[in-house]
């Protein structure tokens, strides 16, 4: 008498662990997205605070204690380093390329970037789910707000 003895797996073994896979590869997979918004609002806040330091050397550099002319994009971001002259902070080029990157991190959406001789304000928008905006300004202040800049503001909300 000989006994039947089959080796492998049956249809619905492998079923049901193609379906176990897909499911973690999904869990992972969002797990990721979490992680690089968080990251990219990160990398928007550190090139923000590398604005601020920059814009108080440019501050001080200028020998006339002033942040220079009214931003020339008017209460747009600079989208390319050279582009506009003058001599408001958001024409120094390195305050351009930091600007620059924080919108490259934002999935390159436009800031608002407002200046006077006597003020600056920087708002970025992040990109976690529920994060807002990322503002900083003359006066020292960067926190997360809810509310978008309007034009002619001179501090965060």
């Not at 992680?35 to 806040?45: F, H, L, V, W």
């Not at 994009?73 to 080029?93: E, L, N, R």
């Not at 920087?122 to 003359?138: E, F, M």
């Amino acid at each position: 008498m000989q006994k039947n003895r089959s080796y492998g797996f049956t249809l619905i073994e492998l079923l049901v662990v193609i379906a176990i896979i897909g499911i973690l590869s999904a869990v992972v997979l969002a797990s990721l997205n979490t992680a690089r918004s968080k990251g990219n609002d990160a990398a928007i806040q550190s090139d923000l605070s590398a604005i601020a330091t920059q814009a108080e050397i440019y501050y001080g550099s200028t020998g006339a204690n002033t942040y220079g002319s009214t931003n020339p994009y008017g209460t747009a971001c600079p989208t390319a380093v050279g582009v506009a002259d003058g001599t408001s902070v958001f024409t120094d080029p390195v305050i351009e390329r930091a600007i620059l990157a924080a919108s490259t991190a934002a999935g390159n959406v436009a800031g608002v970037c407002i200046s006077t001789p006597t003020y600056y304000v920087i708002q970025q928008k992040l990109t976690a789910p529920g994060a807002g905006y990322w503002c900083i300004d003359s006066s020292g202040i960067a926190r997360s707000s809810q509310t978008a800049i309007a034009a002619g503001a001179t501090s965060c909300p």
